[in-house]
T-cell receptor, first 111, second 112 residues
Framework: EAGVAQSPRYKIIEKRQSVAFWCNPI?????LYWYQQILGQGPKLLIQ????????DSQLPKDRFSAERLKGVDSTLKIQPAKLEDSAVYLC?????????FGPGTRLTVL | GQQLNQSPQSMFIQEGEDVSMNCTSS?????WLWYKQDPGEGPVLLIA?????ELTSNGRLTAQFGITRKDSFLNISASIPSDVGIYFC????????????FGKGTRLHILP
């Protein structure tokens, strides 16, 4: 069974530029999550989708971050404009019966 | 808000030694999870625990769901070089919001 797919794996941009990440969850998983993981810390939830609806986006900095899951399958996370402190690994996960399975992440470096 | 205290933050051990780490919470969970994260990869689920007092093994890994439902333990026996990485505990309440609360991780180093 294929796991959670994410792209790109790495991205380097300058501050104030825009960036987008893509995630394809495990087939059949209705719930999809985006996390931000800063070096040396555990993952921090940004947004949770159930099918194509948002369950929780309370930790998403909505002035610059946006996410969508239009058809209830794959999802994109966008940052516009990026700041230096956005440098982190962005993890996507999907879940089945509460168990979350993670993708490999996208490592973002903002210069 | 809910917090998980995971300890130790890091460990330096000799190959072949056993490892113990734990996680405590101010809140009750009905599911405890243990993940391992290798450099440049996402966390990989190692063990899931669903019942207070439950002891579950996965190869050389053994984890326990504490009786109080506020703590969990992970033991690794006879450590090998590929055990190096960061181990995260996580608690959730299934069928409520399926939101996982992560600990800050235990970084395991193995000395040659």
């Amino acid at each position: 069974e294929a796991g959670v797919a994410q792209s790109p794996r790495y991205k380097i941009i300058e501050k104030r530029q825009s960036v987008a990440f893509w995630c394809n969850p495990i087939s059949g998983h209705a719930t999809l999550y985006w996390y931000q993981q800063i070096l040396g810390q555990g993952p921090k939830l940004l947004i949770q989708f159930q099918n194509n609806g948002v369950v929780d986006d309370s930790q998403l900095p909505k002035d610059r971050f946006s996410a969508e899951r239009l058809k209830g399958v794959d999802s994109t996370l966008k940052i516009q404009p990026a700041k230096l402190e956005d440098s982190a690994v962005y993890l996507c996960a999907s879940s089945w019966q509460g168990l979350q399975f993670f993708g490999p992440g996208t490592r973002l470096t903002v210069l | 808000g809910q917090q998980l205290n995971q300890s130790p933050q890091s460990m330096f051990i000799q190959e072949g030694e056993d490892v113990s780490m734990n996680c405590t919470s101010s809140s009750i969970f009905n599911t405890w999870l243990w993940y391992k994260q290798d450099p440049g990869e996402g966390p990989v689920l190692l063990i899931a625990l669903y019942k207070a007092g439950e002891l579950t093994s996965n190869g050389r890994l053994t984890a326990q769901f504490g009786i109080t439902r506020k703590d969990s333990f992970l033991n690794i026996s006879a450590s090998i070089p590929s055990d190096v990485g960061i181990y995260f505990c996580a608690g959730l309440i299934v069928l409520r919001d399926d939101k996982i609360i992560f600990g800050k991780g235990t970084r395991l180093h193995i000395l040659p």
